[in-house]
């Protein structure tokens, strides 16, 4: 099985059991789409990562910007 499937298979049954299948997200990044746990204390993480993809769409906004 595909590792990266296994995690969210795996993520996915853990949330379910645990009941804390809302704090489930996917990352917004269209390259990305990890499947995460959101383990921050307000429960409003946006990112897999906010140092890489986080940033990573700040940059590219920012790029978006500049060109039009
Ligand atoms: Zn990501």
Same mark, same amino acid.
């Given at each position: 099985?595909?590792?990266a499937? +296994?995690h969210?298979?795996? &993520? +996915?049954?853990t +949330?379910?059991?645990? %009941?804390?299948?809302?704090r489930?997200?996917?990352?917004p $990044?269209?390259?990305c789409q990890w499947?995460?746990?959101?383990n &921050?204390?307000?429960g409003r $993480?946006?990112?897999? &990562?906010p140092?890489?993809c %986080?940033n990573?769409a700040?940059?590219? $906004?920012? =790029? =978006?910007?500049?060109s039009?």
């Open positions: 099985m595909d590792t499937l +296994a969210i298979v795996m &993520s +996915a049954l +949330a379910t059991v645990n %009941g804390t299948w809302h489930l997200r996917m990352c $990044a269209p390259d499947v995460f746990y959101d &921050s204390r307000p $993480a946006k990112w897999c &990562s140092q890489l %986080g990573r700040k940059t590219q $906004a920012y =790029r =978006r910007r500049q039009t």
